[in-house]
């Protein structure tokens, strides 16, 4: 009698274990680390990628998962500063022991993490733009959004289709400007535009009169280019208005957002600019492969978060899904496993583009995934 | 015996040996270590900062701009110019003793606020500098650093070593080496202070007239102590970049200038063991807040907010005389 319960007891405890384990295993999540510019002078960034994550972390959830194991976030706020971004990535790899890293707002956060991500051989797919995240290609360093070399190469081909080659460039001293100028001067040399003024402006100046005067007064130019970020460019835009400059006018992808019309009002009027197709979601052929991806994108986000959806909640967007696909394409978190996936990734249609991959191409991304846009009765306007 | 012991300059530096080099039974990821790796090395720039905030009571508000420019000097020479690391940290040192005594002899003729405004000043044109020099700096967007050689040696936090037979992997050994470091500054630093320029820059604390009537340069120690608290920074700072392995203006920038202010004071200024506490307190709570999220700057201030309104001479002093009024207690209670 005794034996008999003993041995039910004993069995019990044995499928209860088991079970235990299995239960373990099959919920064993898979951890996606970020680190991002939450807060800080980098928050338009930060935010809506965040936002971005958690929202589809948690419905990749409810529909069950990657390769039947949740998603886990682990994110921190970098506040901008680049030690930070660095200290929080040595935590997610060291501490946390992520699967794979979506993050890093800004150019330098990204560069500061990079060092540990290529020691400890886990995959990182950055958000920030600069050329010289992925040129040259480092091993386990994937990103998003198309880079300021991109941009410079479809605005410059969009005037020369105007029949300008002759301009004049004003950019800002922050990162984004001071790495945009130097793209702007390579592309320009290659595709033999001649750059006649090239002045600057600091991220805290109010008034870029003096500057665009100068543009105004050198001989022979036909167009003119702002590459800056924040609010920089609107003060440019409303001062270029105000000097009555008459020239075609072209501002960079990093004011691609419904916040800049607000900022610089009217005399953004006849303004071009490169910029995700996620500010024309209606306007897109039916035929373009995005439009389906862009249109629910913004619809889930401005429903979820009762904002207005930015291209750089986009970034996250692609990140999150590449990532998902490369997992579930290697069938496995083994980080090498995943990284060959994302380096394989072919015609992925994303937000931001159609992401073609290979060993030689971290981004895959084209020029082409940029669309100029123009401002047309304080709205935007596709016109390629 | 044992009590002269106690009363000794030693005592700190011993305890804090102690601390130092116990600390590692409680670190459990090579995370940790690269936190403790970083406290240590802040925690030698504060200790440099000290003797020019807490023993001559001047201000520096530029301090980051000279850890920036150590930073930088070290990073570029190794880095664009193949320079070893030990003659880059020591040539680099010396540039920016040169620049802060330049800075620094008319710089510290001002008082009060003149004087906070000029080092603001100083601090500014460097992280400036750093910025738009993209050519040489990387801009914005900040520059590689290789990692430390030591006259061939090289100290990666990537590498393995062994010391006496026990396996280090690199975050382990860059610890055990930032630790030496900081005893190292603690020492010279105590030893400064109990040194005659120790007590005329206390007299100058104190009262700068009284001090120049008994006869104390007040000019030349004040420029001394600026200078040596500015070796201190860029000695750190090329460091620090050569531990991170990345570099960006924010090295230099104002608010890292106001983080290191706020070390000395939040930790007891004139404590050198305080500021170290301080400096570890502020390099941990943004780790220990990080999962406040939004709410983690708002605790920061409070946190720092609070300490200043109840405990107004810093963390250690505060605390020392909290145990020393319950000791005495006791000892009166028993007599």
Known sequence: ?384 | MVNRFMQSRLRDLVFLAIILFALPAFLSNPFHYDLATQMAIIAATVVGLNLLVGFAGQISLGHAGFFGLGAYFSGIMTGSYGWSSIPALLVGAVLVGIIAWIVGRPILRLKGHYLSMATLAVGFIIAIIINNETWLTGGPDGMPVPSLDIFGWELSPFGSYSLFGMELDGNQAWYLFAALVLLVAVWFAQNLIDSPIGRALRSVHGSEVAARVVGVNTASYKSLVFVISAIYASLMGGLYAHFQGFITPAVAAFDFSIVLITMVVLGGMGSTMGVILGAVVLKLLPQVLADFQELETVMFGLILMLTMIFMPKGLLPTIQMAVSKRMKKKAGGQA
Do not use: C
Request: charged residues 20%; negative net charge; aromatic residues 6%.
């Open chain 1, 1 to 384: 009698m005794l034996k008999t319960m003993l041995r039910r007891a004993g069995k019990f405890a044995a499928i209860a274990a088991a079970g235990l384990v299995m239960s373990a295993q099959a919920a064993e999540p898979i951890k996606i680390g970020s680190f991002l510019s939450v807060t800080g002078p980098a928050s338009f960034l930060g935010d809506p990628e965040l936002k971005t994550l958690e929202m589809y972390v948690e419905k990749i959830n409810e529909s069950g998962g990657v390769l039947g194991r949740p998603l886990e976030l682990i994110h921190y706020d970098d506040v901008g500063n680049a030690s930070s971004a660095r200290n929080f990535a040595s935590r997610l790899i060291r501490s946390d022991r992520v699967d794979i890293i979506v993050g890093g707002s800004t150019t330098g956060a990204t560069m500061a993490a990079v060092p540990l991500v290529e020691q400890a051989k886990i995959p990182f797919i950055s958000l920030a733009g600069a050329v010289v995240i992925t040129t040259p290609v480092k091993e386990w360093v994937f990103k998003t959004p198309q880079s300021d070399r991109m941009a410079a190469e479809r605005i410059l081909s969009d005037m020369k289709e105007r029949g300008i080659t002759k301009i004049g460039l004003i950019s800002g001293t922050d990162g984004f400007g001071a790495s945009g100028r130097t793209q702007t001067l390579e592309v320009a040399k290659e595709l033999g535009v001649e750059i006649l003024a090239d002045v600057t402006y600091s991220g805290s100046d109010t008034d870029m009169t003096a500057q665009l005067t100068n543009i105004r007064n050198t001989q022979g130019v036909e167009g003119v280019l702002n590459f800056g970020f924040g609010q920089g460019p609107a003060i440019v835009t409303r001062n270029y208005a105000q000097l009555g400059i008459k020239l075609p006018f072209y501002q960079s992808h990093g004011v691609a957002s419904d916040g800049f019309l607000d900022l610089a009002g009217a005399s953004a009027e006849g303004l071009r600019l490169p910029a995700s197709p996620l500010l024309v979601p209606d306007s897109l052929p039916e035929d373009d492969p995005q439009k389906e991806v862009v249109q629910s994108y913004k619809a889930e986000y401005e429903a979820r978060w009762n904002a207005k959806v930015s291209t750089f909640g986009a970034y996250a967007y692609d990140g999150l899904m590449l990532a998902v696909k490369a997992i579930e394409a290697a069938g496995s978190t083994e980080p090498e496993a995943v990284r060959k996936a994302l380096e394989n990734i072919q015609g992925h249609v994303g937000v931001t583009g159609e992401f073609n991959m290979s060993p030689e191409d971290h981004n895959g991304l084209k020029a082409d995934s940029f669309r100029i846009l123009e401002v047309q009765n304080g709205a935007w306007k596709l016109i390629n």
